[in-house]
């Protein structure tokens, strides 16, 4: 079933991925939320929780820190701001 669901298993380029995607502003619980810095998407994590413009998520290859580590050898849970402005959300 994840295959079905996941067209793109095992794996999906994070440009690739938001490409794939309908972008929208607000995440709800079970989203994939899109990390874009410079430019570029480049991290991903899926929404555990959402209250009022505060969501949290769990990520892998990331760090225990308050900002977004894409490739920091970790899984997380981490929470964000809806308006920080290097986050996208499907």
């Known amino acids: 079933m994840a295959k079905k669901l996941l067209r793109h ?3 999906v380029y994070c440009p690739t991925m938001a490409s794939l995607f309908t972008l929208n502003a607000n995440p709800k619980k079970g989203d994939i ?28 290859n990331t ?18 701001y809806n308006h920080y402005p290097q986050l996208k959300h499907d």
């Open 9 to 11: 298993y095992p794996y």
């Open 33 to 60: 939320v899109i990390f874009y810095r410079n430019g570029t998407f480049k991290h991903t994590g899926i929404v555990t929780s959402v209250s009022g413009d505060y969501f949290t998520t769990i990520e892998g």
């Open 63 to 80: 760090s225990g820190g308050s900002t977004i580590i894409a490739n920091g050898g970790g899984v997380c849970r981490k929470g964000y």
